[in-house]
T-cell receptor, first 113, second 113 residues
Framework: AQSVTQLDSQVPVFEEAPVELRCNYS??????LFWYVQYPNQGLQLLLK??????LVESINGFEAEFNKSQTSFHLRKPSVHISDTAEYFC???????????FGTGTKLQVIP | KAGVTQTPRYLIKTRGQQVTLSCSPI?????VSWYQQTPGQGLQFLFE???????NKGNFPGRFSGRQFSNSRSEMNVSTLELGDSALYLC????????????FGSGTRLTVV
């Protein structure tokens, strides 16, 4: 079975400050890992994904996440946040094949001007 | 190319009624997954259809059902609505492989009164 834990339900941070959103996963096999972002009244959008290879993956809007197998983590980071980054962020795991994608409970990032 | 289209966007139903939600995936995508999103439970997996066959199923009662048509459009049906069925129902399409990631629709917000 696979599972995802996002310990922080809300993270307030001042504009231009760095942020880290934590994600830990559990799976008995190798995994694919994803981060999605949801803006108010919208569906989720794929932010970035780890499939294999380099453990550091980046998105086009400055976010990055690092796959750490020993700590079973896939934390999302941004060195300097903007007001427009205010949204809910979901970590997700898939164990490959035709398995369903399991989502974490989400972390609401609130950027304070 | 056009995104994932969900109709209707908003729906208000009375307890005991039934409802049908529709999802048109991205052209060429053969997999459609449905999720229920609520503030307390996060995203809960309902089911996935691939080439008109249900490939995965979540832990929801039999009142929740779905189907997929030959053009990959999918519908989900909820019969005998309960107050607890009030949620945002999200449809996600993909090419069918784990590494694809999902493209989500904007969702249908169902309110049961």
């Amino acid at each position: 079975a696979q599972s995802v834990t996002q310990l922080d339900s809300q993270v307030p941070v001042f504009e231009e400050a760095p942020v880290e959103l934590r994600c830990n996963y559990s799976s008995s096999v190798s995994v694919y890992l994803f981060w999605y972002v949801q803006y108010p009244n919208q569906g989720l959008q794929l932010l970035l994904k780890y499939l294999s290879g380099s453990t550091l993956v980046e998105s086009i809007n400055g976010f990055e996440a690092e796959f750490n197998k020993s700590q079973t983590s896939f934390h999302l980071r941004k060195p300097s946040v903007h007001i427009s980054d205010t949204a809910e962020y979901f970590c997700a795991v898939n164990s490959g094949g035709y398995q369903k994608v399991t989502f974490g409970t989400g972390t609401k990032l609130q950027v304070i001007p | 190319k056009a995104g994932v289209t969900q109709t209707p966007r908003y729906l208000i139903k009375t307890r005991g009624q039934q409802v049908t939600l529709s999802c048109s995936p991205i052209s060429g995508h053969r997999s459609v997954s449905w999720y229920q999103q609520t503030p307390g439970q996060g995203l809960q997996f309902l089911f996935e259809y691939f080439s008109e066959t249900q490939r995965n199923k979540g832990n929801f009662p039999g009142r929740f059902s779905g189907r997929q048509f030959s053009n990959s459009r999918s519908e989900m049906n909820v019969s005998t609505l309960e107050l607890g069925d009030s949620a945002l129902y999200l449809c996600a399409s993909s090419g069918g492989q784990s590494l694809d990631g999902y493209t989500f629709g904007s969702g249908t917000r169902l309110t049961v009164v």
